[in-house]
């Protein structure tokens, strides 16, 4: 079993920075491959970016390429997801996820956070 639990969203104007943290419980975080997904308002929840086990490798949505990163620290259970030159249409709940699985679909995902919001004002 596996809690997961995000902080740092807020409110923040177009062009600033955030940086979201995500907080693991349990031993085995290190075995999970780690995302972060959004649902803006009145829309589905999307795939934002996900990171593997050992935090070398990372994949992002195109609308979040070059302005987003996620990290991991395993020592700490706690994945970051750094949100830089943010947009209005960043405007979302964030959550993070954790999976066992080597597929991505939100369906693979075993954990989920309850979610952050994050406002960005034009």
């Known amino acids: 079993q596996v809690q997961l639990a995000e902080s740092g969203g807020g409110l923040v104007q177009a062009g600033a920075s955030l940086r979201l943290s995500c907080a693991a419980s349990?031993?085995?975080?290190?075995?999970?491959?780690m995302g972060w997904f959004r649902q803006p308002p009145g829309k589905e929840r999307e795939f934002v970016g996900d990171?593997?086990?050992?935090?070398?490798?990372?994949n992002y949505v195109d609308s979040v390429k070059g302005r987003f990163t996620i990290s991991r620290d395993n020592a700490k259970n706690t994945v970051y997801l750094q949100m830089n030159s943010l947009k209005p249409e960043d405007t979302a709940v964030y959550y993070c996820?954790?999976?066992?699985?080597?597929?991505?679909?939100?369906?693979?995902?075993?954990?989920w956070g309850q979610g952050t919001q994050v406002t960005v004002s034009s």
């Open positions: 990171i593997n086990r050992s935090g070398d490798s990372t």
């Open positions: 349990g031993r085995t975080f290190s075995t999970y491959l």
């Open positions: 996820a954790a999976r066992a699985s080597r597929y991505r679909r939100i369906s693979d995902y075993d954990y």
